[in-house]
């Protein structure tokens, strides 16, 4: 048997979102952005449903909803309410002659109308009245961008070149398991699941990040819903356009010290009156996916244009001078030369094996391998020799080889109608872990134990009458 290894929990938006409470989800729909993020990030057909719906004042009866779909899309029609309803969107209302029908959050209605056709209170951020002297480029947003984020990646690698990250870094990475302190020790090392973070898409690590700073905004001083707000803000501005801190409150200039200090927004100066939004800070409400990071121009670190060849005999050229990409792949290669701009390495069973010790899968490897893969790779596809993936793939089945599970054992049973009543009722509540009729053994799930133990107490208290 093979055990899927645990992976890093990176949320989508509408997985964050329904963990909140729904008070706090009421308030955040009262601003326009957060709507039309939400409403952005629905699948289509969902968002086919509040539109045909948007407009309307009442609820309408489930049946005529039902209608707008074949019925071959039962199910699709059934994930679309439970999607919608977590994220109180609508909510199910009874109507006149005892109709079930469906009612769109009105806070939510007239916030995504204002965003879609305008009207009401400005909601987007203002531009500074006056023209900056000293603006800034796209091309130098980017580099300062990725300069601020590989500082957190570069503390967490080890590699001391560049400047000390903030004590607000330090307290996310803890806060988030990336890192941690062994008894002992005053120095921060990585975590299995900071090696899993390091492997992830630019996207997915900043999103996580985020995520995790935002568990702490309370405990900073900080309103949750005035930071999701800026967030969502921020994903719809210009890249390359100032916007203005003078209407900012001081949570929110807080906020945005620290957002500068992760490279999401850009400063020279607090006292400056204006701030640039970087690309790690636009399309954040998409969350992990693919963003528009990938259309980065190559900076000094040149991280997002490819770089690694990887040949049949499992050699690996990286044709990099950056710290960190040598030490990314240094997780899960056996580095073997290096030259000023050049890194020569081989992928064994051991270095393999030694990656997966430490947390990272199988699927993260073969997926950095690919999403990093030099362009001459893509003139004779496939990018990644699949001879390399599938071995890869394989080195860490053969290491999950048994499934792991907590669970109670029975035992010593009297007969074996006892042992077959017992196991046919834990079997029917989906807690039997593991059974077999030579010696009369079954084991359930921790869960389910104090279920099928009351249960056992039942059966032999009238048993025994």
């Known amino acids: ?76 029609l059934e994930d679309i309410v439970k999607l919608l309803t977590e994220l109180r969107l609508w909510q199910e209302v009874e109507m006149q002659g005892g109709l079930k029908g469906w009612l769109l959050n009105p806070t939510f209605r007239r916030n995504l109308k204002g965003a879609l ?88 690590q900043v999103w996580y990040f985020l995520l995790q700073y935002l568990d702490t905004a309370t405990a900073r001083g900080l309103d949750l819903i005035d930071c999701l707000g800026f967030l969502f803000q921020l994903s719809f501005s210009t890249l390359g356009q100032d916007y203005s801190t003078d209407s900012m409150s001081d949570g929110l200039q807080k906020f945005l010290q620290h957002l500068r200090e992760f490279g999401l927004v850009y400063q020279r100066k607090r006292k400056d009156g204006r701030f640039y939004p970087t690309r790690l800070a636009l399309d954040i409400a998409s969350g992990p996916k693919k963003s528009m990071l990938n259309a980065m121009t190559a900076t000094s670190s040149n991280q997002n244009s490819g770089y690694i060849v990887v040949e049949t005999n499992y050699r690996v050229y990286a044709y990099t001078d950056s710290s960190l990409q040598v030490a990314l792949i240094a997780l899960f290669c056996e580095l073997m030369y290096r030259f000023p701009n050049l890194v020569v390495g081989i992928i064994t069973r051991e270095s393999v094996r030694q990656a997966l010790r430490s947390g990272i899968t199988a699927d993260q490897i073969v997926s950095f391998l690919r999403q990093h893969a030099h362009p001459e790779c893509y003139k004779e596809p496939p990018v990644l020799p699949s001879t390399i993936a599938d071995q890869i793939k394989l080195w860490a089945i053969e290491r999950d080889r048994f499934v792991y599970k907590d669970g109670v054992l029975y035992n010593q049973f009297d007969s074996q109608a006892d042992f077959e009543i017992l196991k046919n009722y834990a079997q029917e509540r989906g807690v039997l872990v593991w059974h077999t009729t030579h010696g009369r053994k079954m084991v359930v799930t921790k869960e389910g134990h104090e279920e099928v133990r009351k249960f056992w107490k039942r059966h032999s208290r009238n048993g025994s009458m």
């Open 1 to 76: 048997m093979s055990v899927q290894q645990r992976t890093l929990d990176c949320k989508d938006l509408h997985s964050y979102l329904k963990t909140l409470t729904a008070t706090v989800l009421d308030r955040l729909y009262n601003h326009p952005a957060t709507c039309l993020a939400v409403f952005r990030e629905l699948p289509e057909l969902s968002r086919l449903y509040i539109m045909r719906i948007l407009f309307v004042d009442q609820a309408v009866p489930k049946a005529i909803m039902g209608s707008w779909v074949s019925p071959n899309s039962a199910k699709e």
């Open 117 to 204: 056709l305008g009207g009401g209170n400005e909601w987007s951020m203002k531009p500074p009245t006056d023209a900056d002297p000293k603006a800034r480029g796209i091309a130098i947003l980017d580099e300062y961008a990725m300069g601020r984020w590989e500082c957190v990646l570069h503390f967490m690698v080890g590699s001391h070149q560049h400047e000390v990250i903030s004590s607000d870094a330090l307290q996310i990475l803890q806060h988030a398991g990336l890192m941690k302190k062994e008894p002992g020790e005053n120095q921060l090392t990585i975590t299995r699941d900071g090696f899993q973070f390091l492997l992830m898409d630019t996207s997915a």
